[in-house]
């Protein structure tokens, strides 16, 4: 147990450490429910809202139907559907919808893979794919890539979470000239996720994270804090 307090300090050390120098804050809030079809077969629906902490605005609220399936232990591929209600411009009041469309293709259990021996250690890499519509706006297509570990903390249920994403975005800058019109595809957001998990009973579960990511070229700063909660239905 005294390693496992100085690991959880060490972790909220991390956490906190240099975040708050970040210029824009903000807060997601999510639930979700899941259902086992089969042992392959998985459907879920995520709703999740997403908070400016400084003007405590409603940034984002979204709805996410999805299907996923895993045909083998180490890979598992998914779709799903997100209608989002966002800001339309710089309006406070007036929203509109955007639509977005998510392929991911998982790798899961890569620990396995590399130690001789079962680990509490834990190792995915995901590739997601998205295509994203709203109203009046160009359509956004970005790849995304997501390496992410995790930990059990020996005689506890909690699952400790780090994870790293970069965000490439296809057609991200128009540059225009006197004859043509030309598209710069490029690296357009980074982030790194680090949290917990906790099963409470066999269906539910409780998700806190810290989140700062960078967005590129308008290097905007920003901090998520997360909190989120899950129900199986077995």
């Given at each position: 147990m005294p390693r496992n307090r100085l690991f959880l300090g060490l972790f909220s050390l991390m956490l906190t450490t240099g975040l708050w120098a970040q210029s824009?804050?903000?807060?997601?809030l999510s639930a979700e429910v899941k259902y086992d079809i089969n042992k392959d077969w998985t459907v879920g629906l995520e709703a999740q809202?997403?908070?400016?902490?400084?003007?405590?605005?409603?940034?984002?609220?979204?709805?996410?139907?999805?299907?996923?399936?895993?045909?083998?232990?180490?890979?598992?591929?998914?779709?799903?559907?997100?209608?989002?209600?966002?800001?339309?411009?710089?309006?406070t009041t007036n929203r509109v919808g955007k639509h977005r469309i998510t392929a991911d293709f998982t790798f899961r259990k890569i620990e396995s893979l590399i130690l001789s021996k079962k680990s509490r250690l834990g190792m995915s890499l995901r590739l997601r794919g998205t295509t994203e519509h709203q109203a009046e706006e160009r359509v956004e297509n970005t790849l995304r890539l997501k390496l992410k570990f995790q930990y059990n903390l020996p005689k506890t249920k909690l699952d400790l979470f780090a994870s790293t994403?970069?965000?490439?975005?296809?057609?991200?800058?128009?540059?225009?000239?006197?004859?043509?019109?030309?598209s710069v595809s490029a690296i357009n957001k980074y982030r790194?996720?680090?949290?917990?998990?906790?099963?409470?009973?066999?269906?539910?579960?409780?998700?806190?994270?810290?989140?700062?990511?960078?967005?590129?070229?308008?290097?905007?700063?920003?901090?998520v804090f997360g909190l989120g909660y899950s129900y199986q239905i077995n």
């Open positions: 824009d804050f903000s807060s997601w809202s997403r908070n400016d902490l400084r003007s405590g605005g409603f940034n984002t609220t979204f709805l996410s139907p999805s299907v996923s399936w895993q045909p083998m232990k180490h890979f598992e591929t998914a779709l799903s559907y997100r209608i989002s209600s966002v800001p339309y411009s710089n309006s994403e970069v965000f490439y975005r296809f057609q991200r800058d128009l540059i225009y000239t006197f004859s043509e019109v030309q790194i996720k680090l949290g917990g998990s906790y099963p409470i009973g066999d269906q539910h579960e409780i998700k806190l994270f810290a989140m700062p990511q960078w967005r590129y070229p308008d290097k905007v700063n920003e901090l």
